[in-house]
């Protein structure tokens, strides 16, 4: 997958000269974590770098950033726009613009030099940013759109809807320096200039609360105009803004209006002067194109028929098209879309082709993915090929679409008969691996088919393989579960009628997630779609943004509010979500507090209770829906309790320190009461006594010192003797498992759960064809209504464990970021070597072992300007070496104590290749 790339400005930073004297490359320069990115509107963005060296124990002690409005200016290195001097710091990721004010339009060039324990650095290559609208005055034009239904338009319950087309035609008569679009498209567009596509984004812009804020993109497309005739076209498609349903629970759904559109295309002549052509109603427009009908849940209907070839080039005969009509804009703020587009990532030959009855075929394209399918036909004008999709098969080999519920997921191509004909639907995704076609003409072969994997454009973080192949197949169903469910927003599934962002399947996924994806643009920017979705009493919604109206009060769907800003800050050291959120997350603790917490500090308010927990015996679940909801008070009140905790962290790194006392008091009271309010003596356990409360009880610290051996007794006690070796844990247990049981010293536990094979385990899901997770443990056998075969919330904390627990990678809790790296793997028997990479904000990490005759072997990567505490196995016998040399001799490694049995030593950053003999 490619590197984040904001915009069409695709300009790669590798190339650093060398200081002779010392090893010493900078790389991977980010503004705002992307690489050139054009058109933000932070004020005072963030600047990050990476340092490289092939010396050991490298670390940065001062830099020099300057910034400059042109390369010029930078080449002599006058820093007009800011020159941070000489700065002694080891920080080198996150450090705050704080030069002159940054302007709309403002292109500004940057480099950085540091020095270091090993010498300094030459300076960087050049990484530049440009700055979007900052004033909304910025904005010149009006909006446009038609705010009804055509004919062939149908206002109903599946909101068929056909595109909008705009066009516009203009003269430029001097020579072209610069040209910039700015364009907010509502609910989704594609933006033409010269019969060219500008960029290769689809489904833009993000989904966002229209009525909150709006998000704007910026092209740059000096290269598209021309001196003389030009035109510019825009498709709107619906996207969330038409919503999927308009009359299926008003009071539930909401819906925005109409497609609309604002551009504003700015074109710098070489002359100085400028000319800016807005949207306004000398624009025309149709809604009778070929795109009939495009919506998220049913399908698009394309009708080749009505094509218009040249509508968005100079010289088109429009007189048969309307003209623009100026609309309401949205209520939103506008702002600059920050993270990544989505795009098509990856294009997947299908693996076969039959026909089941007389001219329809079932297509499987071997993977369940995100995505659509690329069409190749040639037939007679008129001809039209259905594409209905599917994730499973039914036993009789036809699709399996009861778990769609009302989403008809099927597309429709009418063919024009003029030779070969390519399409692929623009404003639509589905989740599928089948695919059933209808009306061919001819036989269709593999040939004719493409399947199109689409999804944010986010770079995977690293590789994760183990000896065990069943632990290396579940990561790769992690990794497609995850990627399917990327869509500028966090979804819970791609297929069915919902594909919402919930918030309770993100509370630890988000972190988990981030082990497989550089995940932070996606969450800063839903960190606000959460923020948004609060309403002035404090209530926070379980789904944002809040397409559905969901304020039902638990702890642990909106609670993810604080986990999404814990993880930005905890994996790439980014404090500012929390430091910009802290007011609303304490207005929506308080908010909870003050209506749902009783005198004996319990939190009485739930909704889900552990979501999904999987019935005893699959026949116990058979056909039955698991939609059925049992709160449960001691849930929410260890997550209380847990949340007063983080709010008390939060409260340091926000400059609130006046908070903390009231939040530990709080918090005090609650533990206080807790074991007196739940604890069950002659069940050794708490609340029900469930694997979950007990877990919860535990992992979250409301467990008094003289209990805690006797609860991790009982979790053991339910896993091994009541659940035969299984979990029994829902959505909520299943996020702190695996880490109470390390913690807690049962690793071989977690690892049986890991790789258990019957239900309920996750390799039940993978012996029964899973190619993703499952959203029930039952996924075979439950009722289809509530049953997708792609969601990612079953994960809870497995691929945590994976990084942290089986490869010994994780960034210590004082040292966010991965500045300093915690490397203590849990060394399993039946393992016999893991080999984890990761890439993280400081560069990438590495940590593969392997037991070998009773030998242990241990290679790590440490990136620059961090080092690692790093834990040996308990069972090694004597002093290991590096490369042969006692570790003692070794200058960048330094021993600092034992615990237990595992030495553990202070290790610089460089590569290392530790080896040691291992007790039998
Ligand atoms: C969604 C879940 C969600 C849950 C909460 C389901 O229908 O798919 O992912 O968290 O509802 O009610």
């Known amino acids: 997958m490619n590197k984040i790339v904001f915009g069409i400005v695709n300009i790669f930073l590798f190339i650093f000269s060398l200081n002779l004297h010392a090893e010493v490359k900078l790389d991977n320069l980010r503004c705002e ?15 990050s770098w990476n340092i490289k060296s092939n010396e050991r124990g490298v670390s940065q002690n001062a830099y020099r950033i300057i910034v400059a409005s042109s390369k010029e200016n930078l080449d002599q290195n006058i820093g007009d726009m800011w020159d941070s001097d000489k700065v002694e710091s080891d920080q080198s990721i996150q450090i705050t613009y704080q030069g002159k004010k940054l302007e709309s339009r403002k292109e500004c060039f940057w480099k950085v030099k540091v020095w270091t ?40 319950f599946n909101s068929r809807l056909s595109a909008r087309y705009f066009r516009k035609e203009f003269k430029l008569n001097k020579t072209i320096e610069k040209a910039r679009v700015y364009i907010i498209g509502l609910g989704l567009y594609e933006l033409f200039l010269n019969g060219k596509k500008i960029g290769d984004q689809v489904l833009t812009p993000s989904p966002t609360d229209y009525t909150k804020n709006v998000k704007y993109n910026v092209f740059d497309v000096t290269e598209e105009l021309q001196q003389g005739e030009n035109a510019i076209g825009v498709i709107l498609g619906n996207g969330r803004y038409y919503t999927m349903r308009q009359h299926y629970k008003a009071y539930k759904i909401k819906n925005f209006g109409f497609p609309k559109m604002l551009v504003q295309l700015e074109v710098e002549y070489d002359d100085g002067s400028t000319r800016i052509i807005t949207t306004d109603s000398s624009w025309r427009g149709t809604a009778n194109g070929p795109i009939r009908s495009n919506n998220e849940y ?37 702002e600059a879309q920050m993270n990544p587009y989505v795009k098509v990532l990856q294009t997947i030959k299908p693996v076969s082709i039959k026909e089941i009855s007389k001219g329809r075929y079932i297509l499987d394209i071997g993977q369940n993915i995100a995505g659509w399918i690329k069409l190749k036909v040639k037939g007679n004008r008129g001809d039209q090929v259905q594409l209905r999709f599917a994730e499973i098969l039914q036993d009789n080999g036809e699709l399996f679409t009861a778990n769609l519920r009302d989403a008809k997921a099927c597309d429709l191509y009418t063919l024009k008969g003029e030779g070969e004909e390519v399409w692929e639907p623009k404003f639509v995704y589905h989740g599928f691996q089948f695919v059933e076609i ?92 959460i923020a948004y979705s609060q309403k002035a009493d404090g209530s926070v919604c379980d789904v944002a943004p809040s397409y559905f109206r969901y304020y039902s009060d638990n702890m642990t769907w909106p609670g993810t509010f604080l986990f999404v800003a814990d993880m930005l ?70 997550y209380f309790y847990h949340f007063l905790g983080m709010m008390q962290q939060f409260a340091t790194l926000s400059g609130n320190e006046q908070d903390i006392l009231e939040y530990k008091e709080l918090a005090e009271k609650v533990k206080n009461n807790f074991d007196k309010n739940f604890y069950r003596p002659e069940l050794s356990g708490y609340g029900e006594n469930k694997l979950t409360d007990n877990i919860l009880a535990l992992y979250m610290d409301l467990v008094p010192e003289n209990k805690k051996k006797t609860i991790a007794g009982t979790i053991e006690d339910i896993i091994v003797n009541e659940n035969k070796g299984h979990l029994s844990t829902g959505m909520i247990g299943t996020k702190w498992i695996m880490r109470t049981l390390t913690d807690h010293n049962r690793t071989d536990i977690a690892y049986q759960l890991a790789t258990n094979k019957t239900y309920p385990s996750w390799g039940y899901m993978i012996e029964n064809g899973a190619k993703v997770i499952w959203e029930l443990w039952n996924g075979n056998t439950a009722s289809p209504r509530m049953n997708s075969y792609n969601h990612v919330m079953m994960l809870g904390d497995l691929i945590i464990w994976y990084y942290e627990s089986l490869a010994g990678i994780k960034s210590s809790d004082q040292s966010p970021g991965f500045k300093q790296i915690i490397m203590k793997p849990e060394i399993i028997n039946q393992l016999d070597y893991v080999n984890a990479s990761y890439n993280s904000v400081h560069g990438l990490i590495k940590s593969n072992w392997e037991k070998k005759d009773n030998t242990f072997n241990w290679d790590i990567s440490i990136p620059a300007n961090t080092n690692a505490i790093v834990y040996f196995p308990s069972n090694i016998v004597n002093e290991p070496t590096e490369n042969g040399l006692n570790i003692n001799e070794i200058e960048t490694v330094r021993f600092l104590r034992m615990e237990g049995n595992r030495k553990v030593y202070q290790v610089g950053s460089g590569d290392y290749s530790f080896h040691s003999e291992m007790k039998k």
């Not at 960087?124 to 759109?145: E, H």
């Not at 399908?299 to 094509?307: F, H, N, S, T, V």
């Not at 579960?481 to 919402?500: A, W």
């Open 33 to 47: 974590m992307l690489e050139n990115p054009i058109g933000i509107d932070v004020v005072n963005p963030n600047l």
């Open 117 to 156: 324990s090993h010498g300094e650095s030459e300076w960087s290559s050049i990484a530049n940013w440009s700055m979007g609208f900052i004033y909304y005055k910025d904005w010149q034009g009006r909006w446009i759109g038609f705010d009804r239904v055509f004919p062939w338009d149908s206002d109903s």
């Open 298 to 334: 049913d399908g698009e209907e394309y009708d080749a028929q009505r094509e218009m070839p040249g509508w968005s080039k100079p010289g088109f005969n429009d007189t048969d098209w309307l003209d623009a009509e100026y609309v309401e804009e949205p209520r939103g703020e506008f």
């Open 438 to 529: 209808i009306g061919f003409p001819g036989t269709p072969t593999l040939d004719n088919f493409e399947a199109k994997v689409v999804s944010d454009e986010i770079d995977k973080n690293g590789e994760f393989t183990t000896s065990n192949p069943l632990i290396n197949q579940l990561f790769k169903n992690a990794y497609w579960g995850v990627l399917s469910n990327y869509k500028g927003i966090p979804i819970d599934c791609p297929q069915r009628d919902e594909r919402q962002p919930w918030l309770g399947e993100r509370a630890v996924g988000c972190y988990s997630e981030s082990y497989i994806f550089g995940n932070e643009l996606l969450y800063r920017k839903w960190i606000d779609d």
């Open 569 to 638: 800050y905890r994996q790439y050291g980014d404090v500012r979500p929390i430091v910009k959120h802290y007011d609303a997350m304490k207005k929506w603790m308080f908010y909870m507090r003050d209506r749902y917490l009783s005198d004996e500090y319990i939190l009485t308010q739930d909704r889900y209770g552990d979501w999904c927990a999987p019935p005893k015996t699959i026949e116990e679940g058979r056909g039955k829906s698991a939609d059925v909801k049992y709160p449960s008070q001691l849930i929410s009140t260890t």
